[in-house]
Structure formats: C-alpha cells, structure tokens
C-alpha cells in the first residue's frame, strides 16, 4: 500500500505502508543512531513526533519487549528507508512491523531518508502528515502551519506511584516521562526508589524525608511546565540532593532563572560527544531533545558539561547546592557505561558509597 509523508513547506515524500494503517499529523525529527529502535519508539521524549531513522536498513534484529523503555510505543510514525522484512536474534519476540501494529504506530518505508533529513538539517524541524489516503496537500500544508505539541509531559507521566524497593537511600523520581532504565539504573545500586507523579506538589516530596530526588527526561516545550518549575523552585530552596536528566536538567535550570530556547533540529541519536570540563574528558553520549538551556544565572549555576559539536550547554552545577543537571541520557547505555559516573556522583552526594568505593 502506497503510503505519503506531506512537509509543511509543501513538499511530498512517497513510499511504502507499514505497521498499522492510519492517518497522524507529528513533529517531524531525525535520529542518527546505528542500533536501538525499540528503545527509541519506547522513549516518552518522543510524544507528538515522526521519527525518521537515518540508519538505512531497520528491524533487522527484531524486537525484545524487554528492552521496551516504557509500557508503550510514543511517536505518532516510524520513517525509514527500509524495514526488514526478515530478523535474526536469539532475544527476539516479535518483528519490527508486529510491534508496530500491537501499538497503532503507522509507519513508511522506501523514502529517502538521506534527502529528507538533509531538508530538515537546513530549514529545521518540521510538521508532517502521514496517510495512506489521497489528500489534497494545500488544505494539508495549511493545516500543518497550525500544529503544536501541547500538553506533552502531562501526557505521558505516570498517574499513579511506584517503587522499586531496596535497603539503601531512600529517592524520590519525578516521572516528567521517564524511561525505565534510570528507575532501574538507580535501583542496581541499592537505591529505594519512589516514583511520583509529574504535578507532585514539593511538600508531598520533601514529606517523604528523600535522602535525594531525581528529574526525569520527557517530552515537549519545557516552559510549558508552569506548575513544575514553581514546585522544583521550592525543592531547589531545600537542602536535599537533587540529579536532573534531560528535560528535568531544563527544569531546573528555568527554575533558576534560566533560559531555554528550541533548537534548529535538535540532538537525537547515540553518538553525540560531550565533554566533562571538570574531568577534561569528552564521552559519547546519547541524546534526544529539541530544547536546550541558552542562557544562565551565573550567580547560581555554572556549566560543566558542554557539546563539542556545537558548543551547547549540556550540564549545570548549581553553586553552593547539592544539585547537578544533564542534558544527555547517562543511563542510555552509549559506551556503552561511559557516563554512568553521575549516579555514583549521586549516591555519594548522598552520604552513600559508589561501586567504585564498594570495590
């Protein structure tokens, strides 16, 4: 079935259907990464997007539910080149197109991935229409003009509280989209950890006596969060260590009279260096966000991370406070352990013990 991707600059990207068959309008964006494509349709972070895959052949290693980052898939289209019709892994469950139709994600194979991701690298993100349908691409592209992602974080936290227990610090994770694994990178090294709520109120959190809180990832416009930052205003005010990831790192900085603005096209992918200034080593990272922090208070915060591609702000610590922020995801496994570090920076922030101490 022939399947159509309109831009809203007009222009008409033909290929192939695949995955379930129905009609979504998204945030066009890219992804550089070799490996990785459950994880990725599994990421919060890409609420209200189409991801386009730039690595050429996709779904050749199938698809293992355990590597699922959250309970479902969140772009609204998967784009590739080509979709393998055929895959070989000892863990595989399903196949790329099964997974696709489980979760009503539509996707398109047979564009040219080199050329469409060329076009948003130089004119920036996009919104798209994906349809197996005719269409009539004036009345498409002026409906394009208009899409927003709204709503984005209160759309994809859990509502209700988790944990995962253990004998060591108490954490309280605010959940703005979390992706599994830093629940889980927290609960192998001991940690008890509760996970609340996106619109947890800070006394409801600091009632819990935490021995640290955790920002999470997640999707969208972080000045959307009003009422989030008035409550990690408050957080911020106490005394209590505190480690942000992504758009928790954008959170916190906004709370602290920062500024955030969207960039071109953004960082997504798992290649993506960055270099520690305090340790005066760049590590590979992985990454996905549309947003960065711009601009600082320098009285509160100073950089200690930043992008060797284009110089971005990738990490805050906040002066004379037990807080320190990402914007890369240390817990995505790129190195595939090379940035893992910051949890133990954490735990030790915490008055506990690193691995590396335990050893």
Same mark, same amino acid.
């Given at each position: 079935?022939?399947?159509?991707?309109?831009?809203?600059? *007009?222009?008409?990207?033909?290929?192939?259907?695949?995955?379930?068959?129905?009609?979504?309008?998204?945030?066009?964006?890219?992804?550089?990464?070799?490996?990785?494509?459950? $994880?990725? !349709?599994?990421?919060?972070?890409?609420?209200?997007?189409?991801? /386009?895959?730039?690595?050429?052949?996709? *779904?050749?290693?199938?698809?293992?539910?355990?590597?699922?980052?959250?309970?479902?898939?969140?772009?609204?289209?998967?784009?590739?080149?080509?979709?393998?019709?055929?895959?070989?892994?000892?863990? =595989?469950?399903?196949?790329?197109?099964?997974?696709?139709?489980?979760?009503?994600?539509?996707?398109?194979?047979?564009?040219?991935?080199?050329?469409?991701?060329?076009?948003?690298?130089?004119?920036?993100?996009?919104? *798209?229409?994906?349809?197996?349908?005719?269409?009539?691409?004036?009345?498409?592209?002026?409906?394009?003009? &208009?899409?927003?992602?709204?709503?984005?974080?209160?759309?994809?936290?859990? =509502?209700?509280?988790?944990?995962?227990?253990?004998?060591?610090?108490?954490?309280? !994770?605010?959940?703005?989209?979390?992706? &599994?694994?830093?629940?889980?990178?927290?609960?192998?090294?001991?940690?008890?950890?509760?996970?609340?709520?996106?619109?947890? =109120?800070?006394? &409801?959190?600091?009632?819990?006596?935490?021995?640290? /809180?955790?920002?999470?990832?997640?999707?969208?416009?972080?000045? $959307?969060?009003?009422?989030?930052?008035?409550?990690?205003?408050?957080?911020? #005010?106490?005394? /209590?260590?505190?480690?942000?990831?992504?758009?928790?790192?954008?959170?916190?900085?906004?709370?602290?009279?920062?500024?955030?603005?969207?960039?071109?096209?953004?960082?997504?992918?798992?290649?993506?260096?960055?270099?520690?200034?305090?340790?005066?080593?760049?590590?590979?990272?992985?990454?996905?966000?549309?947003?960065?922090?711009?601009?600082?208070?320098?009285?509160?915060?100073?950089?200690?991370?930043?992008?060797?591609?284009?110089?971005?702000?990738?990490?805050?610590?906040?002066?004379?406070?037990? /807080?320190?922020?990402?914007?890369?995801?240390?817990?995505?496994?790129?190195?595939?352990?090379?940035? #893992?570090?910051?949890?133990?920076?954490?735990?030790?922030?915490?008055?506990?013990?690193?691995?590396?101490?335990?050893?």
């Amino acid at each position: 079935m022939r399947a159509y991707l309109i831009l809203e600059d *007009g222009s008409v990207y033909e290929g192939e259907s695949f995955g379930a068959v129905r009609d979504v309008t998204c945030e066009v964006v890219f992804n550089t990464a070799m490996t990785g494509y459950v $994880e990725t !349709l599994s990421d919060p972070s890409y609420y209200g997007q189409g991801v /386009i895959l730039t690595y050429p052949i996709v *779904g050749n290693y199938g698809v293992n539910y355990g590597d699922m980052e959250s309970r479902r898939i969140w772009p609204k289209c998967l784009i590739v080149r080509e979709a393998s019709k055929q895959s070989s892994n000892f863990r =595989k469950e399903a196949t790329l197109d099964d997974y696709l139709c489980k979760y009503g994600i539509p996707g398109i194979e047979g564009v040219d991935t080199r050329a469409l991701t060329k076009k948003i690298r130089e004119h920036g993100t996009m919104a *798209g229409f994906l349809t197996t349908n005719r269409f009539d691409k004036e009345k498409v592209v002026e409906e394009l003009k &208009d899409y927003k992602i709204k709503d984005a974080v209160k759309s994809v936290s859990d =509502k209700t509280v988790s944990r995962l227990e253990n004998d060591g610090k108490k954490v309280a !994770l605010l959940d703005f989209g979390a992706k &599994d694994n830093i629940a889980n990178c927290l609960h192998k090294r001991g940690l008890d950890v509760t996970i609340f709520p996106h619109d947890t =109120k800070a006394e &409801d959190i600091i009632a819990m006596n935490p021995d640290g /809180i955790m920002l999470s990832n997640g999707p969208g416009d972080p000045t $959307e969060n009003v009422e989030v930052i008035k409550n990690l205003q408050k957080l911020y #005010e106490t005394d /209590i260590p505190i480690f942000g990831i992504c758009l928790g790192h954008q959170l916190m900085a906004l709370a602290t009279g920062a500024k955030t603005e969207k960039l071109k096209y953004g960082h997504r992918g798992a290649n993506h260096p960055v270099k520690d200034l305090e340790r005066g080593r760049v590590y590979i990272t992985s990454q996905n966000h549309g947003y960065v922090v711009a601009a600082i208070d320098e009285t509160k915060a100073e950089v200690s991370h930043v992008n060797i591609n284009d110089g971005t702000i990738e990490g805050l610590r906040y002066k004379g406070k037990n /807080i320190f922020t990402v914007q890369f995801h240390p817990e995505a496994s790129p190195g595939p352990q090379d940035t #893992e570090y910051l949890f133990d920076e954490f735990i030790e922030m915490m008055g506990g013990k690193s691995d590396a101490e335990k050893a």
